[in-house]
């Protein structure tokens, strides 16, 4: 017959997905041949070694997610991947589940968990989320073990991107996570990432046209998603120089799929003939090794130069194409126009509403 559990215990398995272990059963009260019998008669069933199931059907993500947790044992946590997916950056699930258990610990020992990628961590009570369940690391942490084991820089900061882009925490709090590490991988990259993220490049695209094209030649800072007003509403350009009336848009496939592409020539002309902003458009290939971006900066140097008080300089490779122009000591100082609209204080010039991902 049906086991009919307490009021305490139907309580914890709606926490849990259903999902008990043969520990908690037993706290419950019930058996080990009462679970027996459950088992046999099809009611529950196993999920994992003294992890089981009290339903019938296909379990749910959660629920093969909490049966990983309680089989790696009482202080083990989703990290990496899977707690990447459970905060928002990824989009499903992914083959296999990652736990992260204390240093000492060997949840392993009866026997491998099918389907489970264990790490070990000497810190785990501080990157361990403090509420959220099942049971995960912070967001913070995850970016950070995600980062540590990335192939390519790109990789790495592609997660810095996912997790400020989405507004699951900000760059503050991933740097004060990393400075709690006495050893970190990418170290000065990441706080140089993480200081062009805060400032709105959020994408790879973004990051490699500032630190590429308009840092190395001393071009203008532009203003990052600058928002500005339309008769629909606002739009968001990618890189604004106000002061030149001239807007650089990065064409990443994801934001600008050759079949939407009508609507990035629609925008151009609107900017154009609402705001006299002319359009630069700057695809993967213009920012993909350091040889396109100095011939992209070279473009840009001459459209902002012939827009306004001339402006470039050539990078530290022998052969960039950038020529001093003559590098001007401010900005120009140009009414501003009744179109641009600042975000509002605060705002973090990038992660703001309304911005479209990359």
């Known amino acids: ?28 009260g019930t058996s080990a041949e009462s679970v027996r019998n459950q088992l046999r008669y099809g009611r529950w069933q196993r999920l994992q070694r003294g992890v089981y199931g009290t339903f019938t059907g296909s379990p749910t993500r959660l629920a093969d997610l909490w049966a990983a947790v309680m089989r790696a044992g009482p202080d083990a946590v989703l990290s990496h991947q899977t707690a990447a997916e ?24 009866h026997g491998p968990i099918p389907g489970v990628v264990i790490h070990r961590s000497r810190s785990i009570a501080r990157t361990r989320h403090p509420a959220l369940i099942p049971p995960r690391t912070r967001v913070e942490d995850t970016v950070l073990d995600l980062i540590d084991g990335s192939q390519t820089f790109d990789e790495a900061y592609d997660w810095i991107c996912r997790a400020i882009g989405r507004r699951r925490t900000t760059a503050e709090r991933i740097r004060a996570a990393m400075d709690a590490r006495p050893r970190f991988r990418w170290r000065r990259d990441i706080e140089l990432a993480l200081s062009d993220a805060s400032g709105g490049a959020l994408s790879l695209l973004e990051l490699r046209y500032v630190r590429g094209v308009e840092r190395p030649h001393r071009l203008p800072v532009a203003r990052r998603q600058a928002r500005i007003a339309s008769h629909g509403g606002s739009r968001y350009l990618d890189n604004l120089y106000e002061d030149y009336l001239l807007c650089v848009e990065l064409d990443g496939t994801a934001a600008h799929p050759a079949d939407e592409q009508w609507r990035d020539k629609r925008r151009d002309r609107a900017n154009l003939t609402d705001a006299q902003i002319a359009t630069m458009r700057v695809g993967f290939l213009d920012l993909h090794d350091q040889h396109h971006r100095c011939a992209t900066a070279a473009e840009v140097a001459k459209a902002l130069s012939g827009r306004g008080p001339r402006v470039g300089h050539p990078c530290a490779r022998p052969d960039c194409p950038v020529r001093l122009l003559g590098v001007v000591s401010g900005a120009i100082r140009r009414k501003r126009h009744p179109i641009f609209a600042r975000a509002p204080a605060g705002g973090g010039g990038g992660a703001g509403e309304g911005r479209r991902a990359r």
């Open 1 to 28: 017959m049906p086991v009919d559990f307490s009021k305490e215990c139907r309580e914890l398995l709606r926490e849990q997905d259903g999902v008990l272990s043969i520990a908690q059963a037993g706290e419950a």
């Open 86 to 109: 459970l905060h928002g950056l990824l989009s499903g699930p992914g083959p296999v589940i990652h736990l992260t258990v204390p240093h000492g610990s060997n949840p392993a020992r």
